[in-house]
Structures are given as structure tokens and as C-alpha cells.
């Protein structure tokens, strides 16, 4: 069983920042990715960015230069350092991760249960 956790959302004035945390724990074999994604009311839930096992990383344009991501091997934890917060980023921002578990070595899918980040103007 692998789980997904995540912490650091909040309430915010824009042009503030936050830092997201999203630690995976259970029978874990190896992360292939983790990332976020986020969903605003009414609207699709859409990539944020992710960070590979090699390094590499992908940033949405809507995000790039504001919002960076990086990750604790040692603790399986993957952030996500949010600056110059606009209220276009209100929305729910969840935790996704592509792991082997120790019980199966597929590549699985798993979640997190998400957090509120608010930005008000």
C-alpha cells in the first residue's frame, strides 16, 4: 500500500508565496514521478509540474518563473515552492505519483487527497 500526503495549502494574498509538500510512504519499490496538479472550480484539473527520477522537470507556461519543483530522495517528499501567488491559482492542488510498489513492480498511478491553496486579491 502506497500513499500520498500532502501539506502547506492555505489562504494567501497575492503576490505571496507557499511551499507544498507531498510525502509518499508504504511498500515502496521506486518513484518514476511525482507532481501536481490542480483543478479550480469549473474548470479541468490540469498539470502544474512533475519532477522525474532522472531530475528532469515539466512546468506549466502558466507557472513558469513563479512556481518551482523539487523533491527529497532520501524522504520520497516532492515540493512544490510557489512565489508571486495571483488568484488565477486558487484551486485544489493535488499530489500525483507514479510508483513501484514492493508488491507489484507495475508502474501505478496513486494521489493525494489534495489542498486548498486561496489567493485573494
Known amino acids: 500500500q502506497v500513499q500520498l500526503v500532502e501539506s502547506g495549502g492555505g489562504l494567501v494574498q497575492a503576490g505571496g508565496s507557499l511551499r507544498l509538500s507531498c510525502a509518499a510512504s508504504?511498500?515502496?519499490?521506486?518513484?518514476?514521478?511525482m507532481g501536481w496538479y490542480r483543478q479550480a472550480p469549473g474548470k479541468q484539473r490540469e498539470l502544474v509540474a512533475n519532477?522525474?527520477?532522472?531530475?528532469?522537470?515539466t512546468v506549466a507556461n502558466s507557472v513558469k518563473g513563479r512556481f518551482t519543483i523539487s523533491r527529497d530522495n532520501a524522504k520520497n517528499t516532492v515540493y512544490l515552492e510557489m512565489n508571486n501567488l495571483k488568484p488565477e491559482d486558487t484551486a485544489v492542488y493535488s499530489c500525483?505519483?507514479?510508483?513501484?510498489?514492493?508488491?507489484?513492480?507495475?508502474?501505478?498511478?496513486?494521489w493525494g487527497q489534495g489542498t486548498q491553496v486561496t489567493v485573494s486579491s
Open positions: 500525483n505519483g507514479l510508483i513501484r510498489s514492493q508488491r507489484d513492480i507495475r508502474i501505478q498511478e496513486y
Open positions: 508504504g511498500s515502496i519499490f521506486s518513484i518514476s514521478a
Open positions: 519532477i522525474f527520477s532522472s531530475g528532469g522537470t
